[in-house]
């Protein structure tokens, strides 16, 4: 992992038209009028700027570095799953909420579409966000704040293909259980496969935003939940949680080499009471622009 990359493992948790002659208005009526008009028109130029950045990262290929992925299409439900998030409300809840029936897999919050931001974008996230499982966007925008939720149909999420960001980590991961490998000191023999599990990826994702967005790297939030506590908050019922969380990586192989190169992390990757898996990230902020990664894995209550 490069110099920037940090990783983190947390220890595993037990058991939670109205028609009328236009009327004569005076001129600070006028003025109040015209910005108005000119607050409008930057939230919609705020948002046609992300929708355009997005489409030209896709299509161009990451300036031809990835496979042409087609535009994303512009989902109402998406907006109002942005809208909910920008109310201060967990991610993972806001859509569960929402009847989406696809899978949301990335989504970041940014003031007035910086264009630092969107730099920031196609240089460290561009090769996720060029995944072409990813059919559609959703957009909120308050004053200078717009929220920007990214989501693959449920049609796509099913088919997992190889380019799926967590397809991708489902295998790295368990094609390191079923070998077996050394975390650290500690041998482990092989052990069964995990499954993805869309819950466990909603509260990952959750996690990963709030990380991006407020600039901390820590499995405990800032509310003072563990993984364990947001787990259940998600509404799933498990007999044990594992987390690991890294800083800096740019594609799931990196991730999951890391992991695996550190003893914490590794076991959890290994421990076979395991048997269901969330994986997400989120791209930060400010100066810390790098790629924000949160692995839920967990023992699912019978």
């Given at each position: ?15 939670r ?17 015209a ?14 700027d ?50 989406y029936?696809?899978v ?45 939720v ?21 295998d ?5 259980r079923?070998?077996?490998?050394q975390?650290?000191s ?107 990664w ?9």
């Amino acid at each position: 992992m490069g110099g920037r990359a940090r990783i983190g493992a947390r220890a595993r948790t037990g058991a939670r038209a109205r028609i009328g002659a236009w009327p004569q208005i005076g001129a600070p009526l006028v003025r109040r009028a015209a910005l108005l008009a000119i607050a409008l028109l930057t939230m919609r130029t705020a948002e046609a700027d992300v929708l355009h950045t997005l489409e030209v990262l896709r299509v161009g290929g990451c300036g031809g570095t990835q496979p042409a992925a087609p535009a994303l299409a512009h989902q109402a439900l998406l907006d109002r799953v942005a809208a909910g998030w920008s109310s201060g409300r967990p991610l993972a809840t806001v859509a569960a909420d929402s009847g989406y029936s696809g899978v949301i897999t990335t989504a970041w919050h940014t003031r007035d579409a910086d264009p630092s931001m969107l730099r920031g974008l196609k240089r460290t996230g561009c090769r996720l966000l060029a995944d072409r499982d990813l059919r559609e966007v959703g957009l909120y925008q308050r004053a200078q704040d717009l929220w920007v939720v990214l989501g693959t149909p449920s049609s796509a999420a099913l088919s997992h293909p190889p380019s799926s960001l967590a397809s991708r980590v489902l295998d790295l991961v368990n094609a390191a259980r079923a070998r077996g490998t050394q975390c650290g000191s500690r041998s482990f023999a092989p052990a069964p496969p995990v499954a993805l599990s869309s819950t466990l990826g909603g509260v990952a994702l959750g996690h990963a935003t709030d990380m991006a967005e407020h600039g901390y790297f820590e499995h405990e939030d800032l509310s003072g939940r563990t993984p364990a506590d947001r787990v259940r908050a998600a509404g799933y019922r498990e007999k044990l949680v594992g987390e690991n969380i890294a800083y800096g990586p740019q594609t799931p192989d990196e991730v999951v080499q890391g992991w695996l190169d550190s003893p914490g992390h590794c076991e959890n990757i290994m421990d076979p009471r395991f048997g269901e898996m969330g994986i997400a990230y989120a791209p930060g902020r400010a100066a810390r622009r790098g790629l924000y990664w949160v692995q839920l894995l967990a023992a699912p209550r019978a």
